[in-house]
């Protein structure tokens, strides 16, 4: 039976069978089907085709990813469609097709990747057949797509963060095109979703709620490559972890730029907190993260949410960047040092449990002495649960990087181990407070390095190795905690679960 995708629904086109496509009638204009409509034309003629003219039976694509759960997310999207239209997934980057999706929230995610990228032009001489592209973040600099084409005329393909569902279009113009194909977007108000996505965990999963950010923190390059806040429909957030659910998934990741401005864009609007009680109403699902919250927008309602809804994990991301309120002003982050306690006390006393993660910038533009040991008090006062510190990272573009007073690298080096020794320390004694208690934990691989024992985590995100095999994986198990070691525990699995 041809089918004319044309004529098949939204909800319905997922459960195609590519082979049954007609790929002779014109391709459709709506979205997804004219994206089925592409991978089609690659999976029936196009790969197969490429594959022999390459003489192999099959063809290998490798998708490296630099950056956040949102890239990681994208990615996981870019192999399924990839999967779908006959590739085989590889480790090896001396692949016939290599995509790298790229971060630019530091510079130095850029150097990498063109230090990477020196490497696949000795693997393409070597196998000329080869597909190389470059999509995500850092393609939304126009300077660094102008050194790519001038630099880099080897690499094939080369998108943004908005158009990222086109990508077996693309791919189809890269193999019936010699030129090199660029189409990157400055923004756009469209959600397209409904695609092949191959997870690397089967029981869990990401799911964006949201994309773009309206926050312009003044150190931040993100609204600038990843656009404007757009809200996908709640009721078709639900319908997506009810499929996941059905599939196997107990595990949900909630994702946003700041998940906590969720729904403002919405014809009929809805908040973070609302959308997370009807996530939790869904039977079979077992757990429910998310991240990230920005401390302004996170409202008392959803403290209440996250006290009332049973599956939400006790685990909150919750990033401070500076504990001097002096410096947030300059970070534009729109709130005190002072509000930010008060927020964490507020969460603690509804949700005592609570793990709390954070990110921490150190050496901001004027940032003194003073301002600094405002952030070691803060780290003092809230004793997180671990944090990510960084070291400021100039990023041309955003007014932080026009800004005087830029410090000393010595200086920022100091500051930042200091920070760094602090946050280790109280790290080490708040996860320890678990030890000889039973604790929930979903596993979730066979140790990397005992096989003997299975890696899983906790509510609260904390990893624990124990003993067991590999058809525990994907499955809660109680565990007994016998020993901290430091970030991580060591434990015995509880008989009877």
């Known amino acids: 039976m041809e089918i004319d995708l044309r004529t098949i629904p939204d909800a319905e086109v997922s459960g195609i069978d590519l082979m049954d496509v007609d790929i002779t009638l014109p391709a459709p204009e ?96 070597k196998n000329p057949g080869m597909i190389i592209s470059l999509c995500g973040c850092m393609m939304q600099e126009p300077l660094v797509v102008e050194k790519l084409k001038k630099s880099y005329h080897f690499v094939n393909l080369i998108f943004g963060t908005h158009n990222i569902y086109r990508f077996a279009e693309y791919l189809v113009r890269c193999m019936t095109d010699d030129r090199m194909v660029i189409d990157i977007w400055k923004d756009t108000d469209k959600i397209v979703e409904n695609l092949p996505v191959d997870r690397k965990y089967p029981f869990k999963s990401g799911v964006n709620i949201m994309f773009g950010c309206n926050n312009f923190c003044s150190y931040c390059i993100v609204p600038y490559v990843r656009g404007r806040e757009r809200s996908r429909k709640p009721e078709e957030i639900v319908a997506e972890i009810k499929r996941l659910v059905a599939d196997g998934v107990v595990e949900i990741m909630l994702l946003g730029q700041n998940v906590n401005s969720y729904g403002k864009n919405l014809e009929e609007p809805m908040t973070f907190a609302q959308l997370l009680r009807e996530v939790n109403k869904i039977e079979g699902l077992k757990r429910i993260r998310f991240m990230t919250s920005h401390p302004k927008d996170l409202s008392e309602e959803l403290i209440d949410a996250m006290r009332d809804c049973e599956k939400v994990c006790l685990h909150l991301h919750l990033p401070l960047q500076s504990g001097s309120s002096r410096i947030l002003k300059l970070m534009n982050r729109r709130y005190t040092k002072e509000q930010y306690l008060n927020l964490v006390d507020r969460i603690r006393a509804k949700v005592p449990d609570v793990s709390l993660t954070t990110d921490i910038i150190v050496g901001f533009p004027g940032e003194t002495e003073e301002d600094f040991l405002e952030t070691m008090d803060v780290v003092r006062k809230v004793r997180y649960d671990s944090a990510f510190t960084f070291q400021y990272s100039r990023r041309t573009g955003t007014p932080a990087a026009a800004m005087e007073d830029q410090i000393p690298v010595d200086v920022v080096k100091d500051r930042f181990d200091r920070l760094l020794a602090e946050v280790q320390e109280i790290s080490r004694e708040v996860t ?66």
Do not use: W
């Open 30 to 125: 709506a979205e997804p089907q004219r994206q089925y409509y592409f991978m089609a034309l690659l999976k029936q003629q196009l790969v197969p085709e490429r594959a022999k003219k390459n003489g192999k039976e099959f063809l290998t694509a490798c998708i490296t990813t630099f950056g956040c759960q949102m890239n990681a997310r994208d990615s996981e999207k870019l192999e399924g469609i990839l999967e779908t239209v006959g590739y085989h997934i590889v480790e090896t980057e001396d692949a016939d097709f290599v995509v790298y999706n790229t971060c630019t929230v530091r510079e130095n995610a850029n150097l990498r990747v063109y230090g990477r990228l020196g490497q696949l032009g000795k693997y393409k001489k």
């Open 432 to 497: 320890a407070r678990h030890t000889h208690t039973v604790q929930e934990v979903l596993v979730e691989s066979i140790n990397e390095q005992d096989p003997s024992l299975v890696t899983g985590r906790m509510s609260n995100n904390t990893l624990v190795h124990f003993k067991g095999d590999a058809s525990l994986i994907g499955t809660l198990q109680n565990v007994y905690l016998d020993e901290c070691r430091g970030f991580y525990y060591m434990g015995t699995l509880v008989e009877n679960n």
